[in-house]
C-alpha cells in the first residue's frame, strides 16, 4: 500500500536552532514527492517537491529511497516558519495526493 | 489566471440535516478535481476525486458523496450528517506540471 508517514505530531524549536520534519513513504517504483504547508489562517500551499531540488524559503528535502525518506530541513528555523506541514507522494492509480498526517511546526524565540 | 473558490467557509449543521459543500475553479477545463478532510489528529484524508462531468472516484466509505455536474463544479453532499462528519472540507484541483491547488476550506461543525 503507498502511504506517508510523519511519525512526529509537533516539533518545537528555539529561533535559529536547525529543523528537521521527518518523513517516511511506502511505494512501489519511483515515488513523487512533496512538502506542503498551512500557516495559520491560510491555504494549503505547496512548500517544494522532489524532483525539482530546489530550496524554498531555505528549506530543502532529499529522497533516500534506500531509507524511504523525504525529510525537510532547514539549517536555521525562523518565527514565521511556524505551520503546519505535510509530506506527500502522488498515488499510482488516479494520480490522487496521498498525504501524511501532518506535523507541526511551533519556532519559538 | 487560474483560481479556485470554496464556499462556505463555515457552516454549523445539526445531525441529521442535509449539506451540500460547492467547489468551483476558474480559468482552467477539464481539470481534476479532489475532496479531502482534514480531521484532528488525522491529517488530510482524500474522500472522492473526478476527472470529469459525472465521474466520481469514492475513497473512503461513508456518510458523503460527491458529484460534478458541470466541468468546473465540484459538489460534496450529505443526505443526513452524522456528528462524525464535523472536520474541515478541502477542495483541490491539479494543474499542470503536477501542481496541485486547494481552496480555502469549509470548517464544518455537525451539533
Known amino acids: 500500500a503507498q502511504r506517508v508517514t510523519q511519525p512526529e505530531k509537533l516539533l518545537s524549536v528555539f529561533k535559529g536552532a536547525p529543523v528537521e520534519l521527518k518523513c517516511n513513504y511506502s511505494y512501489s517504483g519511483s515515488p513523487e514527492l512533496f512538502w506542503y504547508v498551512q500557516y495559520s489562517r491560510q491555504r494549503l500551499q505547496l512548500l517544494l517537491r522532489h524532483i525539482s531540488r530546489e530550496s524554498i524559503k531555505g528549506f530543502t528535502a532529499d529522497l533516500n529511497k534506500g531509507e524511504t525518506s523525504f525529510h525537510l530541513k532547514k539549517p536555521f528555523a525562523q518565527e514565521e516558519d511556524s505551520a503546519m506541514y505535510y509530506c506527500?507522494?502522488?498515488?499510482?492509480?488516479?494520480?490522487?495526493?496521498?498525504f501524511g498526517k501532518g506535523t507541526t511546526l511551533s519556532v519559538s524565540s | 489566471s487560474q483560481t479556485i473558490h470554496q464556499w462556505p467557509a463555515t457552516l454549523v449543521q445539526p445531525v441529521g440535516s442535509p449539506l451540500s459543500l460547492e467547489c468551483t475553479v476558474e480559468?482552467?477545463?477539464?481539470?481534476?478535481l479532489y475532496w479531502y478532510r482534514q480531521a484532528a489528529g488525522r491529517g488530510l484524508q482524500l474522500l472522492f476525486y473526478?476527472?470529469?462531468?459525472?465521474?466520481i472516484s469514492s475513497e473512503v466509505p461513508q456518510n458523503l458523496s460527491a458529484s460534478r455536474p458541470q466541468d468546473r463544479q465540484f459538489i460534496l453532499s450529505s443526505k443526513k450528517l452524522l456528528l462524525s462528519d464535523s472536520g474541515f472540507y478541502l477542495c483541490a484541483w491539479r494543474g499542470r506540471a503536477d501542481g496541485y491547488t486547494f481552496g480555502s476550506g469549509t470548517r464544518l461543525t455537525v451539533v
Open positions: 480559468g482552467t477545463s477539464n481539470p481534476n
Open positions: 506527500a507522494l502522488i498515488r499510482q492509480a488516479g494520480t490522487a495526493l496521498i
Open positions: 473526478s476527472v470529469g462531468i459525472g465521474q
